[in-house]
């Protein structure tokens, strides 16, 4: 068993040094900071990602921070993904924001009950990140397929209905707001003629 943990966190290191290695500005960054102070990158990753977390706890605007890294490396991706010409990755970005909306929508009723728990923000922080981890069983995938698509195909034929009858009632309501315009314009043009 201890064996299979230090395997696993083996590979999650090699991993993290292969990302902190590729071309980027961040990466590029950290190049410049390992060749000036001699200390290695991966250091200075889990010395910024320490400071996140101790700012998610304690900092001024947490709640902005959150949000921002929640939504900013998904756009790019989701971005990136409409792109490419392979399908998973967009299945992989979709999957995402379906889970970050229905989550958006728990926290926004719940948000009463949320205000109480310790350091809200960097737990949600880390809910967000396990969720964009480009893994097999991320989050994402897991409460998708686990608590998600159950409910919406328990439930597809009455949300479809509503959906339907919504529709029914928004071309209604464009008809009846069209007939309302059409009317008081001959109104005008009617009073207009004669006036003259």
Same mark, same amino acid.
């Given at each position: 068993?201890?064996?299979?943990?230090?395997?696993?966190?083996?590979?999650?290191?090699?991993?993290?040094?292969?990302?902190?290695?590729?071309?980027?500005?961040?990466?590029?960054?950290?190049?410049?900071?390992?060749?000036?102070?001699?200390?290695?990158?991966?250091?200075?990753?889990?010395?910024?990602?320490?400071?996140?977390?101790?700012?998610?706890?304690?900092?001024?605007?947490?709640?902005?921070? =959150?949000?921002?890294?929640?939504?900013?490396?998904?756009?790019?991706?989701?971005?990136?993904?409409?792109?490419?010409?392979?399908?998973?990755?967009?299945?992989?970005?979709?999957?995402?924001?379906?889970?970050?909306?229905?989550?958006?929508?728990?926290?926004?009723?719940?948000?009463?009950?949320?205000?109480?728990?310790?350091?809200?923000?960097?737990?949600? =922080?880390?809910?967000?990140?396990? =969720?964009?981890?480009?893994?097999?069983?991320?989050?994402?995938?897991?409460?998708?397929?686990?608590?998600?698509?159950?409910?919406?195909?328990?439930?597809?034929?009455?949300?479809?209905?509503?959906?339907?009858?919504?529709?029914?009632?928004?071309?209604?309501?464009?008809?009846?707001?069209?007939?309302?315009?059409?009317?008081?314009?001959?109104?005008?043009?009617?009073?207009?003629?004669?006036?003259?």
């Amino acid at each position: 068993m201890a064996s299979g943990v230090a395997k696993n966190m083996e590979t999650w290191k090699a991993k993290l040094e292969k990302f902190l290695h590729e071309k980027n500005a961040f990466t590029n960054l950290l190049e410049k900071m390992e060749q000036k102070t001699g200390v290695k990158r991966i250091y200075f990753a889990f010395g910024i990602v320490v400071l996140l977390a101790l700012y998610l706890m304690i900092g001024y605007g947490a709640q902005f921070l =959150c949000n921002f890294i929640g939504f900013l490396y998904p756009a790019y991706a989701s971005f990136k993904a409409i792109e490419s010409t392979k399908k998973d990755d967009d299945t992989q970005w979709l999957t995402y924001w379906v889970v970050y909306g229905a989550f958006s929508l728990v926290e926004f009723f719940a948000d009463i009950f949320l205000f109480w728990i310790p350091f809200y923000w960097l737990l949600k =922080c880390i809910f967000l990140v396990w =969720c964009m981890v480009p893994a097999p069983c991320n989050g994402s995938d897991t409460i998708y397929n686990k608590v998600i698509r159950p409910f919406v195909l328990r439930h597809q034929d009455k949300i479809d209905k509503a959906l339907d009858e919504a529709k029914d009632a928004m071309k209604e309501a464009q008809e009846a707001g069209q007939d309302m315009l059409t009317d008081e314009a001959v109104r005008r043009v009617v009073n207009d003629a004669k006036l003259d």
